[in-house]
């Protein structure tokens, strides 16, 4: 990266708590990395990278902006975040929504000088937008560079060598239902919703608290349009962020990053957050587990899906049964406010 480049990312203040320890520069950016080398020293030790060179050719770095946007979906049916940054933000409440069409949207991104306010487009299911337009899946594409059983282009293989019997029946399990139907010339929609791809879409100043994503699945954030600050803190501090019971099936934090309540939260102030710029044409690496909270910098435009493979299909399994006790915890507790603004709490992707 260039000095310029980095001066010009500074020039946007990151809005975390100022007195908290950060890393900057902290994440490793790699340039289309040998396959085999990113399984062992990312993947498998869970350790978050930038991807350089992944999406040179994808259609959708010259494609994207919001005029095509409006041009190809500004008719959908969606549900508008609408940010006040001043209050507190927390995943399960992350502001208000509002139904509307995604031209409106569009518009209220486009004139928004506000500082104060943010207007979000999250976690939209590509595949919805596939079936609105199908040449949208011409523009992007899936990296295949750690295994994902869920991308049932390819037909998953268990793991060569020793493993533990019982680990090895559940990996078949988790292998037997990801990958079901694989191989088979799958349309690129059914691809998109197996691998549950989100679409963002947002002015400047969107926020998105510290989670880690659901059940334990890891996440490539495609960035087409616009810059994001990312923050990271490592699985094993998750009890300075006060996670939400439940954590593993869907990680949120109940502590607010900008503006922490250190009487209530006390812990939060030892955490120790690894940071970095996300930039157009880069692809961000979000390990099974790690927690991570992301700011826009500019209109922003980012495509994201999720991975199982070898290393969290476990993880993934054992997440069934605390998802569903998760579902009737929180509806005892008069439900939780989501995070998509879709119907059901849970439904982010
Ligand atoms: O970019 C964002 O606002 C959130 C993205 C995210 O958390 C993810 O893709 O897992
Ligand atoms: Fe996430």
Redesign the pocket.
């Known amino acids: 990266m260039t000095i310029s480049q980095t001066e010009q990312d500074a020039a946007v203040a990151g809005t975390i708590f100022p007195e908290a320890t950060v890393k900057i520069d902290a994440i490793d950016r790699l340039h289309n990395p040998d396959p085999e080398m990113f399984k062992r020293e990312y993947v498998y030790k869970r350790k978050p990278a930038i991807i350089t060179g992944l999406m040179d050719e994808w259609p959708a770095m010259e494609r994207w902006s919001l005029d095509y946007f409006r041009e190809h979906f500004g008719d959908l049916d969606i549900h508008a975040n609408l940010q006040r940054l001043d209050k507190e933000l927390i995943l399960g409440n992350v502001g208000g929504f509002r139904g509307m069409k995604l031209s409106a949207l569009l518009d209220e991104i486009e004139k928004n000088t506000d500082e104060g306010k943010a207007y979000y487009l999250?976690a939209y299911p590509v595949h919805r937008m596939v079936e609105h337009y199908p040449g949208l899946e011409e523009d992007y594409d899936l990296p295949d560079l750690a295994p994902n059983w869920a991308d049932i282009r390819f037909k998953a293989k268990l793991p060569a060598g020793t493993v533990n019997p019982a680990k090895l029946f559940g990996l078949y399990l988790a292998k037997l239902f990801l990958n079901r139907g694989s191989g088979k010339g799958a349309s690129r929609s059914t691809v998109s919703s197996r691998v549950a791809s989100v679409m963002?879409v947002g002015s400047k100043g969107?926020v998105?608290p510290f989670?880690s994503?659901g059940m334990q699945t890891a996440?490539y954030?495609s960035q087409v349009v616009g810059r994001?600050r990312c923050y990271f803190v490592s699985p094993d501090q998750h009890a300075k962020l006060y996670p939400r019971p439940f954590r593993r099936q869907f990680g949120m934090a109940q502590v607010d990053y900008r503006r922490p309540d250190l009487t209530r939260h006390p812990r939060f102030k030892d955490v120790v957050v690894e940071e970095t710029v996300l930039h157009p044409g880069e692809t961000l690496y979000?390990p099974s587990g790690y927690w991570?909270a992301?700011e826009a910098m500019d209109t922003s435009i980012?495509y994201?899906h999720q991975i199982v493979g070898e290393d969290n299909a476990l993880g993934w399994l054992t997440c069934i049964p605390e998802r569903y006790l998760a579902q009737m915890y929180f509806k005892s507790q008069g439900g939780l406010r989501n995070v998509t603004g879709a119907k059901d709490w849970d439904d982010w992707a």
């Open positions: 999250r963002f969107t998105t989670h994503d996440a954030l994001k979000v991570h992301i980012s994201s």
